[in-house]
Structure formats: structure tokens, C-alpha cells
């Protein structure tokens, strides 16, 4: 569905993609990974066509995005990092606004607009201005116009950046349940959530594809966070109601109450296992404040963190910096 060879960016002298090549399949959820300046925005302004690539090509649905670009935006959803919004347009004029750019018929406006508002939890804030919208809000405003149409394709900047802990959890959900029948590519940098979110990984340095493989071989292969497997929770709301209901949520092997809330080590798969935690602090009326990994079972040798660290040469950096400091 995503085919990139040989693509090259300048800046002047500034090289921010260097002769970068990969694919994504159809369907495919691939996490996107790599150090401030390696070229992950590059490379996704010219998958959405709002920048060309000095050379190389890169295709979305087998159309090129210099050749055919109209083509290319029909089938894509683009998420940036940072959303600009008209501030004193509501939400519900805007993403109306959205979807009569993007083509879609009178008869179906509405219902898309419903479709893609109860996705992303905008119901509350419809009639609102964009301009007194919270960060979070604003994140699911960016998603809601990127799902408009039910695009082929999703190309997504940190999509949980500044969102609170339970908009977090609601949004990774929703792109696990792409599997299949999207195509994702998403950056992020917090890697525990590519692990849980992606399929594969691709790691990118210095504008050039460092490393790559699937979550499942990372994960045989001890490369996969192991942290996943202990978490910490705190909450607003009745303490011994939410332990009873983090105690009977199936996975829970072990359940310790702290002074903000509780720690709990999983035994199965953390990503199925995590939102029935958060569901179950909502369901025994607790207010969810925070759900954070927490160091897990050190000798499973090294994490995804780790082998970023190595590929990207973060590792020796940090080594050199620290023998300097002694």
C-alpha cells in the first residue's frame, strides 16, 4: 500500500532523507521510530504530498506522489503533530468543512460526521470554537477530519501526545482496531506504545532505514519492553471499590496497594490486559489519573528502547557523555 525507493530529500545542504526505502502492506499497522531530526515528518510530508522529495519515488495505493497527487490525498489520512484549527470555527462546522472538501455526498455528510465524532469522543465539545479546546480535544479533532471519508490509508504524527491518560488508552484502541482493514504508519516516541499498538517496527537515523522487523520476532527475540508486564495506577475516587476491581480483572497476577493507588504485575498480554485495567477503574467509579509502565523483569535481555539506542547510535553517545562527566 506504501512503497518508498530511493527517496532523497535536501534542505540546501542539508540532507534529511537519504536514498530511504520501505513498504508497507495492506492493512498493516508499522510504528515509525527515530531521533529528532532523522526524518520521520520528512518522510510523512511527502507520503500526504504537502512536500516533494529531491529524488526517489514514493507511491500510496500504487499512485505516485509527484505523478498523481490528487490520487494520493483521496486515499490518505494525515494526522500532524501539532493540528492547526481555525479557532473560532466550532468542530461541527469544521469537520462539515472537511468533509465537503474531501468529496463526500450531502446525503452521507451527517452520517459520516456522526461516524467519525462518536470514534473519537468529540460528542461534548461539537459546538464549541476550536480556539477553547484543550490539547487533548484538539488531537481528536485532527484524528476525526483524518477519518473522514474512511481513507485507505492513515499517516499519524504522535497521535497521543498531550492526550490524558483514559484519551490515551481510547486512542490506541482505536488504532489497534484498524488491523486489517487500514493501512497505519505512525511515529511515536513512546516505544512501549509501539509495541503495543504495531505490527512491525521500522527505525530511522540520519534520514536512512536503520533497522526493522515485526513486534512479534522483536519480542522472541527478548527485543521487545518488558515493563509492559507491571504497571502502576492512581485514581480520584473510593480506594477499596477500584482494588476489589483491578483484583477480579482476569491477567492480574499480582496486586499491590500504594499510597497513590496500586501496582499490578500481568501475567498474559499486556495489550489486552491494560484497558480492561482502565476499564475497571472507571467501572468501579474511580477518575483515572495516571496508568505507567514500570521496570519490568530484567533478564529478558534487551528492549526496544535498547535497540533504538544501539541502531541509532544513541548508546555510544550517551556512554561518551557520561565518561566525559567523571
Do not use: C, M
Given at each position: 500500500m506504501i512503497e518508498v525507493v530511493g527517496l532523497t530529500r535536501r534542505f540546501g545542504n542539508t540532507l534529511a532523507l537519504d536514498d530511504l526505502c520501505f513498504s508497507v502492506g495492506e492493512g498493516e499497522?508499522?510504528?515509525f521510530l527515530g531521533p529528532n531530526g532523522a526524518g520521520k515528518s520528512t518522510t510523512m510530508k511527502i507520503l500526504t504530498c504537502s512536500l516533494a522529495p529531491s529524488s526517489g519515488t514514493a507511491k500510496v495505493g500504487g499512485h505516485d506522489v509527484l505523478d498523481e497527487p490528487i490520487s494520493v490525498r483521496r486515499r490518505v489520512g494525515f494526522l500532524p503533530e501539532q493540528v492547526a484549527l481555525y479557532p473560532e470555527q466550532k468542530v461541527n462546522?469544521?469537520?462539515?468543512?472537511?468533509?465537503?472538501?474531501?468529496?463526500?455526498?450531502?446525503?452521507?455528510?451527517v452520517a459520516e460526521m456522526d461516524r467519525v465524532i462518536d470514534l473519537t469522543g468529540l460528542?461534548?465539545?461539537?459546538?464549541?470554537?476550536?480556539?477553547?479546546?484543550?490539547?487533548?480535544?484538539?488531537?481528536?479533532?485532527?484524528?476525526?477530519?483524518?477519518?473522514?471519508?474512511?481513507?485507505?490509508?492513515l499517516i499519524?504524527?504522535?497521535?497521543s501526545s498531550g492526550l490524558d491518560p483514559q484519551q490515551?488508552?481510547?486512542?490506541?484502541?482505536?488504532?489497534?482496531?484498524?488491523?486489517?482493514?487500514?493501512?497505519?504508519?505512525?511515529?511515536?516516541?513512546?516505544l512501549t506504545e509501539v509495541s503495543e499498538i504495531c505490527e512491525r517496527v521500522l527505525i530511522l537515523d540520519h534520514g536512512r532505514l536503520v533497522g526493522q522487523d515485526s513486534t512479534e520476532r522483536l519480542a522472541s527475540a527478548g527485543l521487545s519492553p518488558v515493563s509492559g508486564r507491571q504497571v502502576t495506577l492512581?485514581?480520584?475516587?473510593?480506594r477499596e471499590a477500584v482494588l476489589k476491581a483491578l483484583a477480579q480483572v482476569a491477567g492480574v497476577e499480582e496486586l499491590r496497594a500504594t499510597e497513590q493507588g496500586?501496582?499490578?504485575?500481568?501475567?498474559?498480554?499486556p495489550v489486552e490486559i491494560r484497558p480492561k485495567l482502565v476499564d475497571s477503574v472507571l467501572a468501579a467509579g474511580g477518575k483515572l489519573q495516571n496508568i505507567q509502565d514500570i521496570q519490568g523483569i530484567p533478564d529478558k535481555g534487551p528492549s526496544l528502547e535498547d535497540l533504538f539506542l544501539r541502531l541509532t547510535g544513541a548508546d555510544r553517545e550517551l556512554r561518551q557523555s557520561e565518561k566525559e562527566g567523571e
Open positions: 499497522v508499522v510504528g462546522s469544521l469537520l462539515r468543512f472537511v468533509a465537503e472538501i474531501k468529496g463526500i455526498e450531502q446525503t452521507r455528510l460528542g461534548a465539545v461539537v459546538y464549541k470554537p476550536a480556539g477553547h479546546l484543550s490539547h487533548g480535544y484538539r488531537k481528536r479533532v485532527g484524528l476525526a477530519q483524518a477519518l473522514i471519508g474512511d481513507p485507505d490509508v499519524l504524527d504522535e497521535p490515551i488508552v481510547e486512542i490506541r484502541e482505536l488504532i489497534r482496531s484498524f488491523r486489517g482493514q487500514r493501512t497505519v504508519l505512525l511515529s511515536s516516541h513512546i492512581s485514581w480520584d475516587g473510593d496500586a501496582e499490578v504485575v500481568i501475567a498474559g498480554n
